[in-house]
C-alpha cells in the first residue's frame, strides 16, 4: 500500500472519529434528559440496557463481531449512566477477583467498584444502601451452587434485578519464573476444585492446597512469599505482577461462572427474562413433584433447579429454581400463584433479562 492510500484511510478515520464523537455525546446528552425526566430518580434501567444491546447484536452488519459491538455498546450506556451518577458495585475483594470482572463486565468501566471483604459484606453495604448493587457468584459449571450466596438470597431484602455470565480460565501464578520450590499452593477452594487433576497431575503431593477467602487474596499472599504458588485469574495476576507459570489450567475447557446482580430495584419486563424463586416442600413423600406440577402445568421452562439444606431443621431442604419468564406475565403469575398454593414457604428473589454478553 502506497504512503497515499495510507494517509487518506488515516485521513477518513480522523473524520469518522469528529462524527462518532459528536455523536456519542448527542447520545450522553439524551441519556441526561431521561435521568432529568427521572427527577433523581433510578436511572439505571437493566431491561433497557438488555434490549440496547440485543437489538445491537442483533442489527450489526460487521466486519466486526456481534460480541465486540456489544462490548463497546456496554461502555458506551456506562459511561453515559455515570454522567448522571456512577453505580457503586459492591464484590468480594480484593481487587482482581472473577467478582469484579463480572461487576466490570455488567455495568461497564465507569462504574465503581467497591471490594468487599466477603459475600456477606457485599450484600451488608448494599441492604445498608451504602453501594448500589451487589454482583455475586451463585453457580459455577463445574463445581456447582456457591452456598453462601443461595444461602443470603433466602433473608436479604435486595431483589436479583441481572445475571452476569463468565468464562473462568485459571493460571498458575507465582513471582518466581519456576517450578521449583513450590510449597503451597493458594486458591478459592471452588479454583482448588476447579484445578482438581491438573494439581494432580501437575504438582508434587506434599504441594499443599490452601483454600483463602478469594483468587485474589490468594495471588496477593502468594506474592509476598517465594515458596508459595496461587491459582487466580488474568486480573489478580496483573493486579499483583505475578507470572503466569501454566495457563488455563482448569480441569473443564468450559468452565463458567454464573453470578446475580441484586440491588433495592424492581425491573420491568425486556422481552428475554429469568425469575428466581427459593420455595420449601413439606416433608413427606412426593412432595418436590407435587410442587413442581404447576411449571409443566403451566408450560413455564425450569433452568435451574438446586437444592440445600434449610438450615433450620435436620434434613430439612430448601429449593432454589430459575424459570422463563418474568413476574410481569400472567402465565408466571398463575404459576407462582400454584406454587404458593402448595409450598411451606415461596419467595420470588426477583424477575430480570437474561444476559446478553
Ligand atoms: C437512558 C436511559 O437510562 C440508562 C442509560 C441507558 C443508555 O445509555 O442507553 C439505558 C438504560 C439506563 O440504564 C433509559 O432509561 O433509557
Known sequence: ??????????????????????????????????????????????????????????????????????????????????????????????????????????????????????????????????????????????????????????????????????????????????????????????????????????????VERISVSSNAEAARLASLDTQCAAIAGDAAAEKFGMLKLAENIEDEPNNTTRFLVLGYHHTTASGRDKTSLVMSAQNKPGAVHQLLSPLAEHGVSMTKFESRPSRTGLWEYVFFVDIEGHTGEARVQQTLDALRERAAFVKVLGAYPVAVL
Open 1 to 206: 500500500m502506497s504512503d497515499e492510500q495510507l494517509k487518506s484511510h488515516r485521513d477518513a478515520i480522523d473524520a469518522l472519529d469528529t462524527r462518532i464523537l459528536e455523536l456519542l455525546n448527542e447520545r450522553a446528552s439524551h441519556a441526561r434528559a431521561i435521568g432529568e425526566i427521572k427527577g433523581g430518580g433510578l436511572v439505571y434501567r437493566p431491561e433497557r440496557e438488555a434490549q440496547v444491546l440485543s437489538r445491537i447484536k442483533a442489527t450489526n452488519r460487521g466486519p466486526l463481531p456481534d460480541e465486540s459491538v456489544a462490548k463497546l455498546f456496554r461502555e458506551i450506556m456506562s459511561a453515559c449512566l455515570s454522567i448522571e451518577r456512577p453505580l457503586t458495585i459492591a464484590y468480594l475483594g480484593p481487587e482482581g477477583t472473577f467478582s469484579q470482572s463480572a461487576a466490570i463486565k455488567h455495568f461497564g468501566h465507569a462504574a465503581v467498584t467497591q471490594a468487599c471483604a466477603s459475600i456477606d459484606e457485599a450484600f451488608r453495604v448494599v441492604e445498608a444502601r451504602s453501594a448500589d448493587y451487589v454482583v455475586a457468584p451463585v453457580e459455577n459449571s463445574t463445581e456447582g451452587a456457591v452456598g453462601r450466596t443461595l444461602d443470603l438470597m433466602v433473608n436479604t431484602p435486595l431483589q436479583v434485578c441481572g445475571e452476569v455470565v463468565l468464562r473462568i480460565h485459571h493460571h498458575l501464578l507465582r513471582k518466581d519464573p519456576s517450578f521449583d520450590g513450590i510449597r503451597r499452593v493458594y486458591s478459592h477452594a471452588q479454583s482448588l476444585a476447579q484445578c482438581h487433576e491438573w494439581l494432580n497431575k501437575n504438582l508434587p503431593a506434599e
